[in-house]
């Protein structure tokens, strides 16, 4: 069935990096645009970033540009976020999204990955 | 930055019509998504392009768009629909958004 399945979370310190990775299946993952999603404890949902099909489009939050940077490996069916500079307020549970190409929405999410940062 | 304002939290009794609002000023040019989120649990997405409703989604859930503000409408309101919900569009730039999120009690 479809299916995404994220990887990579856990515990960091201030400063450090980390690299999350979302394993989809199920479908034809190059068909797809995919994003990055999280939530911080007891808060609401933040878009994090957003990569188009091919990879050539590539858009970020503003509380991550220039820390994070998405990717994808269409020949892996994989999803990526290589998140660095870490703050405790990056403390969430980072969801993979899928985004069909005539919508703006997520219609398949993953079950999500915690990242703790915390000295 | 682009924002989208929802009321923090809506109360209904079983039957009756819960309706949560979402107000964002270039919600006339874009479409808005609501999504479901039960304790512990990924997002569903409930309603696409202002009003659709993905397959699987009861026919209670329905939604609407009048100029800056998109409404979800959970009509004969069940226990099994106490949640949280978020709406959600995009910008011009491509940047998406998300509202704050509305938690409906249903008491």
């Known amino acids: 069935q479809v299916q995404l399945v994220e990887s990579g979370g856990g515990l960091v310190k201030p400063g450090g990096s980390l690299r999350l990775s979302c394993a989809a299946s199920g479908f034809t993952f190059s068909d797809y645009y995919m994003s990055w999603i999280r939530q911080a404890p007891g808060k609401g949902l933040e878009w994090v970033s957003y990569?188009?099909?091919?990879?050539?489009?590539?858009y970020y939050a503003d509380s991550v540009k220039g820390r994070f940077t998405i990717s994808r490996d269409n020949a892996k069916n994989s999803l990526y976020l290589q998140m660095n500079s870490l703050r405790a307020e990056d403390t969430a549970v980072y969801y993979c999204a899928r985004e069909p190409q005539q919508l703006t929405a997520f219609d398949i999410w993953g079950q999500g990955t915690m990242v703790t940062v915390s000295s | 930055s682009y924002e989208l304002t929802q009321p923090p939290s809506v109360s209904v009794s079983p039957g009756q019509t819960a309706r949560i609002t979402c107000s964002g000023d270039?919600?006339?040019?874009?479409?808005a998504y609501w999504y479901q989120q039960k304790p512990g649990q990924a997002p569903v997405l409930v309603i696409y392009k202002d009003s659709e409703r993905p397959s699987g989604i009861p026919e209670r859930f329905s939604g609407s768009s009048s100029g800056t503000t998109v409404t979800l409408t959970i009509s004969g309101v069940q226990a099994e629909d106490e949640a949280d919900y978020y709406c959600q569009s995009a910008d011009s730039s491509g940047t998406r958004v998300f509202g704050g999120g509305t938690k409906l009690t249903v008491l």
């Open positions: 990569i188009s099909s091919s990879g050539s489009t590539i």
């Open positions: 270039a919600l006339p040019k874009q479409y």
